[in-house]
């Protein structure tokens, strides 16, 4: 576009060498390369880590043409004067880029599903009801969701609770759509096509100076690709909005485009009255030649919008009206990333009609200041629409992104004026312009500090209970007061993070709160996309049905706690499955199913109390086993203290009998400690199911709540416990694969003979302070053997038993007791051949208690080996019954080795019999049948 003539404009500008401007070619070149290969590293890395290489060979075949095109353009940016050629391979590999999206979005939709906007799918479906001769502006839209399989995640609700179904835009945003569908083409494609347009043009308008780095921005920031694949159709008016600038010296054209684009979307409306004041002052010439000029632009677009739009006005004027007004006149929720989103998150309230008046007079400032100074912003009128809707009540990022593709064209261009037009506007007084916006500004800081000084007239608080589904909260108890001189009806709508806001349903709870009542409601969504993702929060927003500036807020807490594997998660039991009802990351269990339960207390002072109730014993009760309730977390021992709220009833750890316990367990893999609370401080041991336990009993007051504080770690210290961290892999901890101290957390309550239910009272379980690594971590160099332990683990998994040998042996050169390490290292020298060497190994684990059904089923292996099948019969059945009934899988390699024995002895009959009970304890085992029938067959 031409810019308007400074003052000082006829002086001519320094003339600038051709050796100048070949050394800011070279440098414009250089970067364009580089930049277009950082951008094809970040589309091949894209498809590296979601385009299922492995598997998929157009995801492997784009990646490797990614890399070599990247690398390619480096190897050029990096030569000492890059070939001018070179320039061709920078769109190249962008949209070699461009279709690696495609492809990763078409994967994605494989396995998510379809998910795109309202807009998309609504217009794809207008499109199709003119061809059927139908006028998409009488008919609602929504059967568009069932047409393309989505869900109403991209809906647009409304106050109501309803959401919109009507055509909301003009005409050619529909009639776009028809020559893909009467072709034969998916209109999913329609969007990208348009992106590859708006890209080829930039390009082409473009001076040749610019080229190398004119399509960078639009790769680099991803989101432009992504949006148009994911059904955003911004991009095609900001097409034709470059179209303009591209063509703006060819006056009819340059009204073609924009008539065109206003006969899309609405957003680009607010540009009118810039184009005007654009061609004013740079038209030259009289007032009637400029007054002209803006005639002719403003009649070319005008007949251009109502030769798209006329048969539609014709048809049925009203049907159109509504429908392109609707973004106006509709009840539409609060919903933006500008200003509003101070509303949307409960921080201040702006009524609809605040934000109406912001826009309005935003608009009337930036007119007043790019008249008066458009010498020095002619390109501000591309910023100004944004800057415009950013004020509005829905200020979606889409309705500023895509401006920018038409101002970076316009601030490429290199046009002189062909005259000077108006050189007062950039020589006229700055202080009118200061005045304007120190008025809009005080009436905007006005505005916003009214709306946050001002006292919202509902109030509403969070239940101290969020029930879930697993990954999702779809239940919420919430306290609603009205403190306003009006009835309130209230509607609950409910978001997560940032993301769209949906109203839930009222479970329980009284339609209307009259002035000055306050009521209780229970709300809940059976909708997956409607509900909280526990992970981020949300927003609880309660708002009148009648007038929805009328709201207040309360921020909705994630589950917290996943940061470190020694923290508690859910530690305030906030967070409730609904099936089965307990704590998420918790677990209640009975000692029999009908010994108790627990629930959350309802009579606490407490939100976070527990009532664990125990039943009165029944007649017929086993004496000698306790009856409990206990609700039980995971953890890895941390190395700092938890804090426990607990309170003593009056009933419980009485000594000597102590009948009625109520403590918490903490048990490891390797060792348990029972923390109990009582009369008096002291340690000693309880038999339970056989077992002498340990116990450390703190005194605490009874009958009354007590925050207590617990080092688990020095407890387990303290009475010599063994919590060396070995190699554990288990649900609880995914992804863990290296030596660590599991720890369950047992809030307990048990009884032997209880003759009176009991109900006694836990609280929250936390974490006294964040856990993590020690500051100077000095715990990795005090036992380092840990270590050598895992590393050796992975090795023998990974078929190198000498160097798993050598871990093995410097555990035991810091540990020589170390049973474990032994029977590993027993299991590496089997691997090598080394018999006598591994039979000693499996000898010192049964010595050392370590897994000894294993370490049985090793030394049985070994003493067949070296032809002993008395010794290696005898450790097989030693194996059988050291091995608990849940570990199957070795059970029965116990007796395929018991099988091997019979065979050598020459005993087939009892061979079958052994390989019979190892298939019926492990079907897929594959068991010596060629031997069995070998031996079968040479028995005399």
């Known amino acids: 576009m031409e810019a308007d003539a400074q003052p000082e404009a006829d002086a001519q500008p320094e003339a600038s060498t051709p050796s100048s401007d ?68 920078i769109p190249l590999t962008l949209a070699v880029g461009m279709i690696a999206f495609v492809h990763i979005h078409g994967l994605h939709t494989l396995m998510y599903g379809p998910g795109t906007t309202d807009l998309v799918i609504f217009q794809d479906y207008a499109a199709r009801l003119l061809l059927q001769g139908e006028n998409p502006y009488l008919h609602d839209l929504r059967p568009a969701f069932e047409l393309h399989g989505s869900a109403l995640t991209y809906s647009t609700p409304l106050l109501d609770g309803d959401y919109t179904g009507r055509m909301a835009y003009p005409v050619l945003s529909t009639v776009f759509f028809v020559p893909f569908l009467a072709a034969g083409i998916a209109t999913k494609w329609a969007y990208p096509l348009v992106f590859l347009v708006a890209m080829i043009t930039l390009w082409r308008a473009s001076p040749p100076l610019i080229r190398p780095v004119i399509l960078l921005p639009w790769f680099f920031e991803q989101r432009y690709v992504l949006a148009v694949l994911g059904g955003v159709s911004d991009v ?21 485009w924009y008539g065109l684009a206003c006969s899309f979307k609405q957003t680009v409306w607010p540009l009118a009255p810039f184009f005007l004041i654009r061609i004013w002052h740079e038209t030259p010439g009289t007032t009637t030649d400029r007054l002209r000029e803006m005639v002719r632009y403003g009649g070319v677009s005008t007949i251009v919008f109502l030769i798209v739009n006329g048969p539609f006005i014709i048809w049925d004027p009203l049907a159109w009206w509504a429908g392109i007004t609707e973004p106006l006149s509709a009840p539409m929720i609060t919903l933006g990333y500008g200003l509003s989103s101070l509303t949307m998150a409960g921080w201040l309230v702006l009524a609809k009609e605040s934000y109406g008046a912001l826009v309005w007079s935003s608009l009337a400032v930036s007119l007043i200041v790019y008249y008066r100074h458009f010498g020095r912003l002619a390109a501000f009128m591309w910023v100004a629409p944004g800057i415009v809707l950013w004020f509005g009540n829905r200020s979606l990022t889409s ?65 101290p209970r969020i029930y879930t589904n697993g990954s999702r909260a ?28 949906f109203f839930w349903s009222i479970v329980d709870g009284p339609e209307t709160l009259l002035p000055g009542e306050t009521a209780d409601y229970q709300i809940d969504s059976n909708v997956w996309y409607e509900q ?12 009148d049905r009648d007038d929805y500036a009328r709201r207040s807020a309360v921020w909705i807490p994630p589950l917290e706690g996943h940061a470190h594997l020694g923290q508690v998660v859910n530690g305030d039991f906030r967070f409730w499955t609904s099936e089965p009802l307990e704590p998420v990351r918790w677990t209640a269990r009975s000692k029999p199913l009908s010994a108790g339960s627990i629930r959350a207390a309802l009579d606490s002072p407490k939100d976070s109390a527990l009532d664990f109730k125990l039943r009165a014993a029944p007649p017929d009760a086993d004496t000698r086993r306790r009856e409990q309730v206990s609700l039980s977390t995971r953890i890895v021992l941390p190395d700092v203290p938890l804090s426990f709220a607990i309170r003593l009833p009056e009933e419980a750890n009485r000594l000597p009998d102590l009948d009625v316990l109520y403590g918490i367990d903490f048990i490891t893999d390797r060792s348990r400690l029972m923390v109990l609370f009582g009369d008096t401080d002291r340690i000693g041991f309880l ?80 974490n006294t302070q964040e856990p993590g690594p020690p500051p100077l971590g000095t715990d990795l160099l005090a036992k380092p053997e840990r270590w050598a332990m895992w590393i050796g683990d992975f090795n023998l998994e990974a078929g190198n038993p000498a160097k798993a040998r050598d ?57 067949l080996a070296l032809n002993q099948p008395e010794a290696s019969l005898e450790a097989y059945n030693a194996a059988l019954n050291a091995l608990e009934e849940d570990r199957n899988h070795l059970r029965a390699e116990a007796q395929v080795g018991r099988s091997e024995v019979f065979l050598a002895m020459g005993d087939c009959g009892r061979a079958r019999d052994a390989l019979q009970r190892a298939w019926e304890m492990r079907p897929t ?16």
Request: proline letters at 6%; aromatic letters at 10%.
């Open 532 to 543: 909280i993702d526990l992970r981020k929060g949300g927003l609880l927003t309660v708002a």
């Open 22 to 89: 070949s050394a800011v070619s070279q440098i414009l070149l250089r970067v364009g390369l580089f930049g277009a290969a950082i951008a094809g590293f970040s589309a091949a890395s894209r498809v590296t880590a979601v385009g299922e290489v492995t598997a998929n060979s157009l995801s492997m075949g784009l990646m490797l043409a990614q890399w070599c095109l990247c690398f390619g353009l480096l190897i050029a940016a990096a030569s000492r004067r890059p070939p001018r050629r070179s320039l061709y391979a």
């Open 687 to 766: 038999t339970i199911q056989g077992a002498e336990v340990p116990y450390r009993m703190f005194q605490v007051p009874r009958r009354q709540w007590s925050e207590f504080e617990i080092n688990p770690r020095a407890l387990f210290e303290e009475i010599g416990a063994d919590i060396l961290p070995v190699r554990h892999r288990e649900h609880t901890f995914r992804g863990v694969d290296y030596p660590m101290t599991p720890l369950e957390i047992r809030l307990l309550v048990s009884a032997n003979g209880l003759e009176e239910p009991l109900v006694a009272q836990f609280g929250a379980v936390q």
């Open 399 to 463: 309705y500023w992104y895509y401006f920018v593709l038409p101002l970076a064209l316009d601030l490429a261009r290199t046009y002189q004026p062909k005259a000077q037009a108006s050189p007062l506007p950039s020589g006229r007084s700055v202080w009118p312009t200061v005045a304007v916006l120190g008025a809009f500004f005080l009436y905007l800081g006005g505005l916003l500090t009214t709306a946050s000084l001002a006292e919202s007239p509902i109030g509403v608080g969070l239940g």
């Open 925 to 940: 085992m594959v068991l010596p049948q060629e031997k069995l029938q070998r031996c079968e067959r040479d028995a005399p």
């Open 236 to 256: 095609v008016w900001a097409t034709l909005l470059v179209a303009v600038v591209a063509s703006w010296n060819r006056r009819n054209l340059r009204g073609v």
């Open 807 to 863: 871990y093995y042996a410097t555990v035991l050169d810091a540990d020589p007791d170390f049973g474990l390490a032994h029977l590993q290292a027993a299991d590496a020298h089997m691997q090598l051949g080394d018999l006598i060497a591994a039979l000693d190994g499996y000898t010192q684990a049964i010595q050392s208690n370590a897994d000894v059904g294993r370490a049985e089923l090793g030394r049985g292996a070994a003493l």
């Open 474 to 501: 779809d239940f919420l108890f919430a306290t609603v007061w009205n403190r306003s001189d009006q009835p309130l009806v209230p509607r609950f709508a409910v978001q997560t993070g940032s993301e769209q806001p």
